[in-house]
């Protein structure tokens, strides 16, 4: 690889995904196409967005409720359309996902079937400083239960000195917590590291110990690969805003490994959109569950939500999930590269990497933690149409994307942000 402009051009000229960019609406600064390296807090819009929900509003002013059962797309069998694709993304078997409500709700939701406390047995855990709305969801929820959160709920960090947590600590602390442990529910990505975790050997290590094990997605999903079946995961979720692209609020994903479906001992708060859809509308008493992840829906789907996914799983489809991966790998070792070139030419004084920066142990995103005044360069990296995101207390972090980012955007980022550090220094 060379660090300069024209072998960024080349790169993208031998992109086969290239033309996906047009896919999305790009925001503009001073009337140039911003760099948008915010696909890790909200994915861009589909162009195509549009054009599906107004299908649905069309249909709904056509055929008012009937739209349930007439038009080129019945919204009885929309959800059908989401399910393949995202069993795709997520490595798991189509009637294993589920697409309803929004993260946080599904983390409780999947609490009730999955956080069956016994006995001794009723600890958790689950990484330390997880996203707030996680840390909130374990808070409230073991107290609802009656538990004191400090009494079960186990947080493992990275050690002193470190930012990341090392997945020997994670084995380690389910080992040792063998005997009390019921469940453990860890993050894919950590949001604020961009550290993607051993998922595999955490649900092993969680199964051996006879504790359950989830996911939360968030950061994962439609970002890394993903085997959630193979891995033998018991439950999982995520959001579809972010690499998914399915716009701000966009529904939520859950997935549910096959052998619960016909469990009769898997507790549930229902709805009746989750009853055997052959009998739902006999509306009887007595709740049968579809025997699929399905059977976990609660309300009516909202279909302008799904309109939106719709958009955006189909192109997924069409540029195909490996290919999605490969150029995020390139995409993601480019700047790396670049990365690693400015650290040596800032003499690793002005940020400190604190993603790994091993293949295999993170997906689109990077964060830096800025040694001088960070901020100062987040705002001008911002003045300068280059849209990365800041955590307090000096983090700055980018996710360049594979569907809609370019080899160009991620060398100027990188150029101009050598350039600003430099004169930060004279
Ligand atoms: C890791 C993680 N968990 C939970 C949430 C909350 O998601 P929601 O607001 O969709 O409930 C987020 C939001 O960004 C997140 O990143």
């Not at 186990?154 to 380690?172: A, C, K, S």
């Not at 959109?273 to 008493?285: A, I, N, P, S, V």
């Not at 990497?353 to 040694?371: D, K, N």
């Amino acid at each position: 690889m060379e660090n300069n402009l024209p072998y960024a051009q080349s790169l993208d000229a031998q992109d086969p995904l290239a033309p996906f960019r047009n896919e999305f609406l790009i925001p503009e600064h001073k009337g140039s196409q911003q760099i948008y390296f915010l696909g890790n807090s909200l994915g861009l819009q589909p162009r195509r967005t549009q054009a599906r929900l107004q299908e649905v509003l069309n249909a709904w002013a056509q055929y008012g409720v009937e739209g349930f059962f007439m038009g080129g797309q019945p919204w009885l069998q929309y959800h059908d359309t989401l399910t393949a694709p995202l069993a795709t993304i997520v490595g798991a078997l189509p009637h294993e996902v589920v697409v309803m409500n929004q993260l946080t709700v599904n983390l409780h939701l999947l609490m009730v079937s999955f956080y069956r406390p016994q006995g001794r047995r009723r600890k958790i855990i689950c990484e330390a400083k997880a996203f707030p709305s996680d840390q909130y969801m374990f808070e409230t929820h073991v107290k609802h239960l009656g538990f004191h959160p400090e009494e079960v709920i186990i947080e493992v960090g990275p050690r002193v000195g470190e930012h990341t947590i090392r997945t020997e600590d994670i084995l380690q602390a389910i080992d040792q917590h063998k005997d009390e442990l019921a469940l453990v529910l860890w993050g894919g990505i950590n949001y604020y590291t961009g550290q993607l975790f051993d998922m595999s050997a955490i649900a092993k290590a969680a199964q051996a110990a006879g504790a359950k094990v989830g996911f939360d997605l968030a950061h994962a999903a439609g970002n890394v690969p993903l085997q959630l079946h193979q891995w033998n995961v018991d439950f999982a979720c995520w959001c579809s805003y972010k690499y998914l692209n399915s716009g701000p609020g966009a529904i939520g994903g859950v997935y549910i490994h096959e052998r619960y479906h016909h469990d009769p001992e898997i507790h549930r708060f229902a709805g009746w959109w989750g009853y055997q859809k052959d009998t739902r509308f006999l509306m009887q008493k007595g709740f049968v569950p579809i025997p699929s992840a399905e059977g976990w829906q609660l309300s009516t789907p909202s279909l302008l939500l799904y309109a939106a996914h719709k958009a955006a799983l189909e192109i997924v489809s069409e540029a195909g999930w490996d290919q999605l991966q490969q150029k995020r790998k390139k995409l993601n070792d480019w700047l790396w590269f670049l990365l690693e070139d400015l650290e040596k030419a800032t003499g690793g004084a002005a940020i400190e990497f604190i993603t790994p920066r091993e293949e295999t142990a993170r997906g689109c995103q990077v964060s830096m933690l800025m040694l001088r005044d960070g901020k100062q360069l987040f705002d001008q990296l911002t003045a300068a149409g280059i849209m990365v995101d800041w955590r307090e207390p000096n983090v700055i972090r980018l996710a360049p994307v594979p569907l809609y980012n370019t080899f160009e955007e991620v060398w100027r980022f990188v150029d101009t942000l050598k350039k600003l550090i430099e004169q930060q220094v004279k």
